[in-house]
């Protein structure tokens, strides 16, 4: 079979935070008014896309990984790298961490580490997150933690619709309230909580919290990377990479008549339509997305094209020699 673009169907996760933005947002119809998660490009086994377009439909994107690992191009790891959600921040989520790829892999069941990033999409006024911490030594973490000094430990820092934000595992961090925002993050599940606001869940039970672990993958002291959005003037396209890690790149394509889409040549590509309309055109034929699709491209021969007028977010797979902003940033690789 030859490779073409899949059109995803996302799952969508209720959350004690969450609620109904993302079908103000996208026209989702969604399956409750909880809902804080859309995995929109998944291929966890939590949660995968189903594809809905083509000899593949109804199969998922775990599924096409496994059959057709070819797609993908030429990858080391052995799972599919990214995953791509939308987020609905209704109330303040949890002060969290995640681990890095060995910390996870030895204490996880082998699941990778998490490195996430951000861009908000929607921030009600005054609407802020959790960035970093002021601790300068573990102990002194330690110490606030155990002593619930919130206030004194956590660093905010306020946000509006546009910012971008990268979050390398180790890095102390909970979205605020009145917050949507689009995430790109190594295809992880784990989650450390070190503080939940003493919440507790629809039975009554406080939310397990994993200070132990936390502790022991805390960034010490924080190291916040300041990320430099890179803009160029394409044919059809004005193009802004925000961050290129080992991990992943993202990008943000305002496409405005015929862009070519090159890097498909060799690595596939994850696009979520924040706006408008465009064809997915390659030799083999043309995908329509719309307005909350979210699509896969893999690799094709001779590359694909992007038609219309449109507001994309395009995440590839990064690379392993591509650590210049952990370097930037003072921090070892995972």
Same mark, same amino acid.
């Given at each position: ?155 905010? $820092? /306020? @946000?509006?619709? !546009?910012?971008?934000?990268? %979050?390398?595992?180790?890095? &102390?961090?909970?979205?605020?309230? +009145? ?117 896969? $491209? /893999? @690799?094709?021969? !001779?590359?694909?094209?992007? %038609?219309?007028?449109?507001? &994309?977010?395009?995440?590839?797979? +990064? ?16």
């Amino acid at each position: 079979m030859n490779p073409y673009p899949l059109l995803l169907e996302p799952t969508f996760h209720e959350r004690i935070w969450g609620g109904t933005a993302l079908a103000d947002l996208f026209g989702y119809a969604l399956p409750s008014p909880l809902i804080g998660e859309c995995w929109a490009v998944s291929a966890h086994p939590n949660g995968p896309s189903v594809v809905k377009n083509g000899p593949l439909a109804g199969k998922t994107l775990l599924d096409v990984w496994a059959a057709y690992r070819s797609w993908f191009g030429p990858l080391a790891a052995d799972r599919f790298p990214l995953l791509v959600k939308l987020i609905d921040a209704n109330d303040d989520l949890s002060v969290q961490v995640h681990p890095d790829d060995a910390y996870a892999r030895a204490h996880e069941g082998g699941e990778p580490g998490k490195s996430e990033c951000w861009l908000i999409l929607k921030a009600a006024p005054g609407a802020s997150l959790v960035y970093g911490h002021t601790a300068t030594t573990r102990e002194e973490l330690a110490a606030h933690i155990q002593r619930g000094e919130w206030d004194r430990l956590l660093t905010r $820092v /306020p @946000v509006k619709p !546009g910012d971008f934000l990268y %979050v390398p595992s180790g890095t &102390v961090h909970a979205i605020g309230k +009145g917050i949507v925002l689009l995430e790109v993050q190594q295809n992880s599940d784990v989650t450390y909580r070190l503080y939940d606001y003493d919440r507790r869940d629809a039975s009554g039970r406080p939310r397990p919290l994993h200070v132990d672990k936390a502790l022991d993958v805390v960034t010490v002291p924080a190291c916040v990377p300041v990320v430099a959005p890179a803009v160029r003037h394409c044919p059809g396209a004005t193009v802004t990479r925000y961050v290129r890690t080992r991990h992943f790149a993202v990008e943000r394509w305002t496409v405005h008549g015929t862009a070519a889409l090159d890097a498909v040549r060799t690595a596939f590509a994850a696009l979520s339509l924040l706006d408008g309309a465009c064809l997915v055109r390659w030799r083999g034929g043309e995908l329509l997305l719309r307005k909350g699709d979210h699509a896969l $491209v /893999p @690799v094709l021969e !001779g590359g694909a094209e992007l %038609v219309g007028r449109a507001d &994309v977010v395009v995440a590839y797979p +990064g690379k392993a020699e591509e650590a210049a902003l952990e370097a930037a940033a003072g921090r070892a690789p995972d």
